[in-house]
């Protein structure tokens, strides 16, 4: 049986470069390698406000109700009400719609970690824990990463080539990243189950 993901990203433009080549990995490692995962690019998300609007939300779980299972990723910014509110945004859209599943997370502070988190080569002075804790680590350390490997031109903004790296190291970017990767895959796993 297949199952049908459908990915919705507060701006897929650039975010679906890392997200999807890990989700992909995710799904394998719970042993459903044959989940088809799909970017919502219509309608387009222009940013966090639209991405948490409960109705912009139902909207889409409307228009694609042909999917089993609805994502919603977005980066916690420092902000650190952002679990409740996806949390409220969880509830919402079961009352709507109690036959489909939203499962809402954000990424531990942005989503351009999760690409760092599976590189073996990132520079020795950097340490795991600052990453993980800077509220802007895409300014600080994704950027001046990917321009170090030359990846800045690429389509995503060196998160092409990043993305699907980490992915190559799922085991490592879920060990890095138990707030949020290791907690997605678990609530996955037990909805699946």
């Known amino acids: 049986m297949s199952l049908n993901v459908m990915l919705i990203l507060e701006d897929y433009r650039k975010d679906q470069y890392v997200i999807v080549p890990i989700l992909r990995k995710m799904f394998e490692f719970l042993g459903k390698p044959q989940a088809k995962v ?5 309608p ?8 948490l609007n409960l109705s912009e939300i139902q909207n889409i779980i409307a228009r694609y109700q042909m999917f089993d299972l609805f994502l919603l990723i977005v980066d916690r910014d420092g902000e650190e009400s952002r ?3 996806l949390e409220r945004l969880e509830n919402e859209s079961l009352k709507s719609f109690p036959t489909k599943t939203l499962l809402a997370e954000h990424a531990w502070q942005e989503i351009e ?7 073996d080569d990132l ?3 950097w340490r795991w824990k600052e990453i993980r804790d800077e509220r802007d680590p895409k300014e600080r350390y994704f950027k001046p ?3 170090s490997r030359g990846l800045e031109n690429e ?3 060196g998160r092409t080539t990043l993305g699907k790296e980490a992915a190559l190291n799922y ?7 138990p707030e949020d990767i290791e907690r997605l895959e678990i609530r996955i796993r037990e909805w699946l189950n």
């Open 38 to 42: 799909r970017v919502c690019m219509d």
């Open 44 to 51: 387009l998300i222009g940013g966090i406000n639209q991405a």
């Open 83 to 85: 679990c409740k509110r």
């Open 113 to 119: 970690v999760w690409a760092l988190a599976g590189q």
């Open 123 to 125: 520079p020795s002075q």
């Open 145 to 147: 990463f990917a321009e």
């Open 155 to 157: 389509p995503g903004e």
């Open 171 to 177: 085991t490592r970017v879920r060990s890095r990243c």
